[in-house]
C-alpha cells in the first residue's frame, strides 16, 4: 500500500525548510526589538473557545473547523482565541495591564487545498492586549511592515475601519437598505450573509456581488466622532513612521469580533490568495470571553504564503543573471546578432542568443526563462530599416533602437 500525506497537509523538505528558518529568524528578531515575548499554546481547545471567540456566523466555524469527540474539541484554526483563553486563565493582565505577545506555529482549517491554502498551514501570530490607543494599531502595522521589509517582500498594507458597537448598526441598515433591491443577484453566501453579518457582503469575492456593492455606503462616513478619532490618529500614526497604506472601505475580515481597525498586507503575486496576513482591533472580546474589560489588537501573517513570496524571489533572482537575450530571427539577423552579442559581452554585460534558429515565440520563452530583463528583436525587416526593437521584459514597453550603435544605446539603457 501506498500511503501519502493527507490532502492539504505538507511535508517541509529540506531545502525548503532553510527559508522557513530565515522567516522565523527574521520575525523573532523583529518581535524582540519592537518588544514582544512568545507565548506557546496547545494545538486543541475546546470547541465552545472558537465558536464564541471567532463568532458563530463565520466562514471559519461554519465550516472549516477540525472537530472531533463529539464535537466537543477542535484543531485551533488560528491563534487569537487561545491566547486570549491563556491571558484569561492565567490572569496575565492582572500581573501587566498592557501584554505583548507573539506565537508561531501550526493552524488547522477544512478549506479546499490550493496554492497557498493548505488544511495545516502556519501563522506567526501578534498580539497588543490592554492598549486601546491608535498608536498600538500603527506600532504593529509597523511591525508587519519592517518584517515584510526585511524579508524584502514588497507588499502593500490594506486599511480599514469598521466602526463600533456604537455607529455599526445604523450603518448595517443603511447597508441593509441598500443591499434590497439588489438581493437577488448576490450570491448564495451573501444572501445568508444578509441575514447573519451582512457587512461580509461588502468583501465577497464573487465578481457579481463586486458590481452590486461597486457604490454600496461607506462605512467610513458612518463612524461615531470616537470611531472617526481613532481612524484618523491610526493613519497619523502610519504617516509618521512613514509606512504606506491604502483605504479600502469593502474589506471586512473574516472575524466576528473585529471593530474599528481592520487591516491586510496584500501581494499580487500569488493569485487568489492574496493576504499574507491580517488582522485587527477586538475591543470587548477579552471581557466576552470571561477577562478583565481590556481592549486588544493583533494580527497574522501566514508562514506559508511567505515562504512562496521568497521562492518566487529567489527564482527571479537566478533569472536576473540574464541582461539581454538577443532574438535573432533569419539568417542574416542571427549573424548580426551574433556579432551584437559578441560585443555586449565584451563590454560587461550579460547575454544570451539562441543558434537553433527558432521562432520568435520559442525565443521569447527561452528569454522568459532566463529571466532576461530585456529581449532585442532582430529580424529581416529590422534590418533592413536599421532599426531593432528593445523590450522591456518587466514592463513590455518597446523601443526602437538605431542598429549602427546599438551596443552602446542598449548599454546606456540596461545600466540605467
Ligand atoms: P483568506 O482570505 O486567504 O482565506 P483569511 O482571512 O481566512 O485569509 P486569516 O484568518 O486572517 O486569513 O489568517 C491570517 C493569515 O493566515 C492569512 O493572511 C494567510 O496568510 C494565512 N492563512 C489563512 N488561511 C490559510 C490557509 N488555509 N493556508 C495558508 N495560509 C493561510
Ligand atoms: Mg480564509
Not at 207 to 212: I, K
Not at 308 to 313: F, R, S
Not at 362 to 379: C, D, H, N, P, T
Request: neutral net charge; proline residues 4%.
Amino acid at each position: 500500500m501506498n500511503i501519502k500525506a493527507l490532502n492539504g497537509f505538507k511535508d517541509i523538505l529540506p531545502g525548503e525548510v532553510e527559508l522557513w528558518q530565515r522567516v522565523e529568524s527574521v520575525a523573532r528578531d523583529i518581535f524582540a526589538r519592537f518588544n514582544f515575548s512568545e507565548i506557546r499554546l496547545p494545538i486543541l481547545e475546546h470547541t465552545d473557545l472558537f465558536a464564541r471567540a471567532i463568532g458563530e456566523c463565520t466562514d471559519i466555524v461554519e465550516k472549516e473547523m477540525y472537530s472531533f469527540v463529539d464535537k466537543q474539541i477542535t484543531m485551533r484554526p488560528e491563534a487569537t482565541a487561545s491566547l486570549l483563553r491563556a491571558v484569561i486563565e492565567h490572569g496575565l493582565l492582572v500581573q501587566k495591564p498592557v501584554q505583548r505577545l507573539f506565537t508561531i506555529g501550526p493552524m488547522f482549517r477544512h478549506e479546499r487545498p490550493q496554492k497557498g491554502r493548505l488544511r495545516q498551514f502556519h501563522q506567526l501570530d501578534v498580539e497588543v492586549l490592554g492598549s486601546a490607543s491608535p498608536l498600538a494599531d500603527a506600532e504593529l502595522m509597523a511591525l508587519g511592515a519592517s518584517l515584510l521589509v526585511e524579508l524584502g517582500l514588497a507588499v502593500s498594507l490594506e486599511l480599514n475601519s469598521l466602526g463600533c458597537p456604537a455607529c455599526r448598526p445604523a450603518f448595517r441598515a443603511n447597508l441593509l437598505n441598500f443591499l434590497r433591491d439588489r438581493h437577488a443577484a448576490l450570491c448564495n453566501d451573501c444572501k445568508r450573509r444578509c441575514t447573519t453579518n451582512p457587512l461580509r457582503v461588502l468583501d465577497c469575492k464573487n465578481p457579481d456581488c463586486r458590481a452590486q456593492v461597486a457604490d454600496a455606503p461607506s462605512l467610513h462616513t458612518h463612524l461615531c466622532d470616537d470611531c472617526a478619532s481613532h481612524f484618523h490618529a491610526v493613519q497619523e500614526g502610519l504617516k509618521q513612521l512613514e509606512i504606506p497604506y491604502r483605504l479600502n472601505k469593502f474589506m471586512v475580515r473574516g472575524l466576528d469580533y473585529y471593530c474599528r481597525t481592520t487591516f491586510e498586507f496584500i501581494t499580487g503575486d500569488l493569485g487568489a490568495q492574496a493576504a499574507v496576513g491580517a488582522g485587527g482591533r477586538y475591543d470587548g472580546l477579552i471581557e466576552q470571553l470571561g477577562g478583565p474589560p481590556a481592549p486588544g489588537i493583533g494580527f497574522a501573517l501566514g508562514m506559508e504564503r511567505l515562504v512562496l513570496l521568497l521562492q518566487q524571489q529567489a527564482a527571479k533572482a537566478v533569472g536576473a543573471g540574464l541582461d539581454l537575450f538577443v532574438a535573432g530571427i533569419g539568417e542574416h539577423p542571427c549573424r548580426h546578432a551574433f556579432a551584437l552579442t559578441h560585443a555586449l559581452r565584451q563590454g560587461g554585460m550579460r547575454v544570451a542568443m539562441d543558434h537553433e534558429g527558432r521562432s520568435l515565440k520559442s525565443q521569447m520563452k527561452q528569454a522568459g526563462k532566463a529571466g532576461a530583463a530585456f529581449v532585442l528583436i532582430l529580424g529581416d525587416q529590422e534590418l533592413a530599416s536599421g532599426q531593432a526593437l528593445l523590450r522591456n521584459m518587466n514592463t513590455q514597453e518597446q523601443q526602437e533602437i538605431a542598429l549602427p550603435d546599438a551596443a552602446a544605446t542598449i548599454r546606456a539603457i540596461i545600466r540605467s
